[in-house]
């Protein structure tokens, strides 16, 4: 039988985007910056990470004015799922385009 407890901390420890802390009531905020190297603007974004991957690349195309189909690692790792993105994370987005020629 698992305890209350246990799914606590469970909770605490997944990756997922913006959660409520259930010992202290304060919702944890996952913030992370975008970059995207084909946009006019060269300064990164600060955000906070929506739910989905679909909604990050939404988010993104606003801010950058593109159409994003990659979210990479700054260190060029592809990301396809949310749940491996932390706190302080720097993500580039590729447009469509971009993500032929890779």
Same mark, same amino acid.
């Given at each position: 039988?698992?305890?209350?407890?246990?799914?606590? &901390?469970?909770?605490?420890?997944?990756?997922?985007?913006?959660?409520?802390?259930?010992?202290?009531?304060? &919702?944890?905020?996952?913030?992370?910056?975008?970059?995207?190297?084909?946009?006019?603007?060269?300064?990164?974004?600060?955000?906070?990470?929506?739910?989905?991957?679909?909604?990050?690349?939404?988010?993104?195309?606003?801010?950058?004015?593109?159409?994003?189909?990659?979210?990479?690692?700054?260190?060029?790792?592809?990301?396809?799922?949310?749940?491996?993105?932390?706190?302080?994370?720097?993500?580039?987005?590729?447009?469509?385009?971009?993500?032929?020629?890779?």
């Amino acid at each position: 039988m698992m305890s209350s407890m246990h799914n606590s &901390e469970k909770d605490l420890l997944s990756p997922a985007t913006n959660r409520m802390n259930s010992f202290t009531s304060v &919702e944890t905020l996952t913030r992370v910056t975008l970059t995207c190297p084909e946009s006019s603007d060269s300064r990164g974004k600060l955000v906070l990470l929506p739910d989905s991957l679909q909604e990050l690349l939404l988010l993104g195309g606003k801010k950058f004015r593109i159409t994003p189909a990659k979210v990479l690692s700054k260190e060029g790792a592809e990301i396809d799922d949310i749940d491996v993105i932390r706190d302080g994370d720097h993500l580039v987005l590729l447009s469509t385009e971009a993500s032929r020629q890779s």
